[in-house]
């Protein structure tokens, strides 16, 4: 059975840092292109960040292009995701995905001062 558990969202202050986590399982993670999605309140669940399988290829959202950073460690099945400078309007509950496609319960950011 496919899961993914995300991890590493809170109350972080305009300008501040968060590290998200994701942990997969149920699947060869080493084979698959992993992504991160958000739902910001009042929209639609939209893509962030996507590595390939090697973790050589990404690709970013333009609103989180030299902010975010997303990478991948194979030998623990957890993919990544390294916010920075964050915004108010990356308030949002942060999903990874998973072959399927698989989604998580979600991360809470809430970026506020």
């Known amino acids: 059975q496919v899961q993914v558990m995300e991890s590493g969202g809170g109350l972080v202050q305009p300008g501040g840092s968060l590290r998200l986590s994701c942990l997969a399982s149920g699947f060869t993670f080493s084979q698959y292109a992993m992504s991160w999605y958000r739902r910001a309140p009042g929209k639609e669940r939209a893509v962030v960040a996507v590595?390939?399988?090697?973790?050589?290829?990404?690709n970013y959202a333009d609103s989180v292009k030299g902010r975010f950073t997303i990478s991948r460690d194979n030998a623990k099945n957890t993919v990544y995701l390294q916010m920075n400078s964050l915004k108010p309007e990356d308030t949002a509950v942060y999903y990874c995905?998973?072959?399927?496609?698989?989604w998580g319960q979600g991360t809470q950011v809430t970026v506020s001062s």
């Open positions: 590595i390939s399988n090697t973790g050589i290829s990404t």
């Open positions: 995905s998973a072959p399927g496609p698989t």
